[in-house]
């Protein structure tokens, strides 16, 4: 109970490419007048380069390393709303700080639709191969039981437009705390 009460307000997003997380988040800040934060744009504005030239340039080990200094940042800031990358809960250790600072979300959407969302494209490093509807498949079945175990509230994002999640996310919230 008292870990309940100490808990922050932050609301963290977290899900597979496309699902929305940064469309989402922005519009739940608006409607909540709470502050934005979105870990890759953090990440792009130090370094200087989009995530794309980061893989090009110094591959994903260093990608995923910055990845979790800019996260440790979230344990300085409350009362936000905070979007992840895809791969933020790839390792234990993000886990635990996501679970440290806040509600976490987990946008939910099929790999047919994320497919749809991103095929005209070009920022997804990860998915610039020559069949990324495998790889979405892929890659989506390795990280499901992640995003699952990390997050407290799950959405199902299906065909809904960002209007439709945000109420949808902000109906869930009510019956959370
Ligand atoms: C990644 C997702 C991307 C970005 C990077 C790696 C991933 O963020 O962090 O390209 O491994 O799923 P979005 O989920 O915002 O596209």
Known sequence: MAKEQ???MNIILIGFMGSG?????????????MNFIDIDDEIEKSEGLSIT?????????????IESIHLEKISKIDNSIVATGGGIVLKEENIKILKKNGTIIFLDAEPEIIYKRIKNETQRPLLQIKD?????KTLLNERISLYNKTAEIKIKTANLSPEEITDK???SLKFHF
């Open 6 to 8: 100490n808990k922050k």
């Open 21 to 33: 997380k940064s469309t989402v988040g922005r519009l739940l800040a608006h409607k909540k007048n």
């Open 53 to 65: 030239e980061i893989f090009k340039r110094f591959g994903e080990k260093y990608f995923r390393d």
């Open 132 to 136: 990324p509807q495998e790889k979405i």
């Open 169 to 171: 996310i902000n109906f």
